[in-house]
């Protein structure tokens, strides 16, 4: 069976990254189905990374290799990884990209990728995504050991703002994961969590609105009004029907929230 290796970037497709990357992984690992989930992510968005990253990485077979590159710290202190979790491998920077993944699988095991004979020389200190973590992905893909790659690490870097903070009783502070193509703000109130919303009063403030609807169906919200809803994804999203919630709130990913119950 040919490896599949998905890839993950802030790139956008207007520049020559992500085939500069797609190249070094063919060159190494001819065989490869490389698969694109997103380029689009905003620039620097490694919450919405991580967001898009969990929704999609367990659809694909085992063994399946996805390189994340969301990487503002490139050429810093932070560190280059390799992660193995729920049968698949996670390469990509040391910033948190991985939270979603790691906080939804329990068991890893992560390495800090320092072996320089399966990089790219000369390493660009502002191109690790072609440099390392191409590379590391296609010798992967050809059968080379995880342990040759480097030493274990225990504490791979977890976003805060992965998951809400309680304020108060009955207050919740959270925060935009991603807003879709649609316009559907997704937040990181989790259904299961705050499905209570379906049934009692609430009040969830984002960017320059308060909502205070739950629908279960699109079809049953009026038009124009901004509701919650319980989206595919398994969060609260806050849409409006037809339109967009995130033009109207001119909110995007990494934007705080509040909800509250309402008696």
Known sequence: ???????????GTSDHYVAAMKGVLLSICPGARIVDITHEISPYGILEAAYKL?????????????????????????????VEAGGHFFVGPDNGVFSMVLAAVGGFAAREITSAEYFRHPVSRTFHGRDIFAPVAAHLAQGIAPERFGTELSDPVRLPGAVPVP?????????????????????????EEFGWIAGQGFEITVGSGLVSRYCRTYAEAPAGELFAIGGSAGFVEISMRESSGGDRLGVLPGTALLIRKVL
């Open 1 to 11: 069976m040919q490896p599949v290796i998905t890839l993950l970037t802030d790139f």
């Open 54 to 82: 969990s929704q999609c990485w367990s659809c694909f077979p085992a063994g399946t290799i996805h390189v994340v590159v969301v990487d503002p710290g490139v050429g810093g202190s932070r560190r280059p990884i390799l």
């Open 167 to 191: 304020v108060e009783p009955g207050r919740w502070a959270g925060t935009v994961l991603a807003v879709d193509r649609f316009g559907n703000i997704v937040t990181n109130f989790r259904s």
